[in-house]
T-cell receptor, first 114, second 114 residues
Framework: AQSVAQPEDQVNVAEGNPLTVKCTYSVSGNPYLFWYVQYPNRGLQFLLKYITGDNLVKGSYGFEAEFNKSQTSFHLKKPSALVSDSALYFCAVRDPRQGGKLIFGQGTELSVKP | GAGVSQSPRYKVAKRGQDVALRCDPISGHVSLFWYQQALGQGPEFLTYFQNEAQLDKSGLPSDRFFAERPEGSVSTLKIQRTQQEDSAVYLC????????????FGSGTRLTVV
């Protein structure tokens, strides 16, 4: 069965430090991978995606993610965290052989302190 | 419109009441998805339309849930005889095609069943 795991419910980082939000997936074949961010009482906002090509993907707001096929991971990273990055982050996977639906992880709450 | 619009933003229903949630996708977007997001969880797929055709309804939790998109634009998610476990945020997303380039999510409808 397809699944996405975000092993950390919460990540705490000091402003200016690098941050990593972890994601692993279980999908056969070549999945499409996404990161979304959710602010309180708002919908999901797209950050970045991996479809094919370079394993390092750059996205919005200075975020990037590295696709690692052997480890089935797609960790989200940012070199220098901002307080305004504090939000809920979701990793998602789409099996292109099974239509357009996304399978989401349970989310990771990122807290960046000044 | 500029984004995906959902209405109402908030809905309180008494147990047993029927509710209808509306989604206005971005004009021209072919694909439309409904997701259910319980408190503290990631969104879970409910159903998917391509134009007016409902191609996947595997995520609908029971036959009390029904979705339609009769003219291939606006979609309505209807929940009959609401129960407390139906309390969640219902998210709608649309995309130009089958979602290869990402999806745009609405802000959601928060349904509380009392």
């Amino acid at each position: 069965a397809q699944s996405v795991a975000q092993p950390e419910d919460q990540v705490n980082v000091a402003e200016g430090n690098p941050l990593t939000v972890k994601c692993t997936y279980s999908v056969s074949g070549n999945p499409y991978l996404f990161w979304y961010v959710q602010y309180p009482n708002r919908g999901l906002q797209f950050l970045l995606k991996y479809i094919t090509g370079d394993n390092l993907v750059k996205g919005s707001y200075g975020f990037e993610a590295e696709f690692n096929k052997s480890q089935t991971s797609f960790h989200l990273k940012k070199p220098s965290a901002l307080v305004s990055d504090s939000a809920l982050y979701f990793c998602a996977v789409r099996d292109p052989r099974q239509g357009g639906k996304l399978i989401f992880g349970q989310g990771t709450e990122l807290s960046v302190k000044p | 419109g500029a984004g995906v619009s959902q209405s109402p933003r908030y809905k309180v229903a008494k147990r047993g009441q029927d509710v209808a949630l509306r989604c206005d996708p971005i004009s021209g977007h072919v694909s439309l998805f409904w997701y259910q997001q319980a408190l503290g969880q990631g969104p879970e797929f409910l159903t998917y339309f391509q134009n007016e055709a409902q191609l996947d309804k595997s995520g609908l939790p029971s036959d009390r849930f029904f979705a339609e998109r009769p003219e291939g634009s606006v979609s309505t998610l209807k929940i009959q005889r609401t129960q407390q476990e139906d309390s969640a945020v219902y998210l709608c997303a649309s995309s130009l095609e089958s979602g290869a380039w990402g999806y745009t999510f609405g802000s959601g409808t928060r349904l509380t069943v009392v």
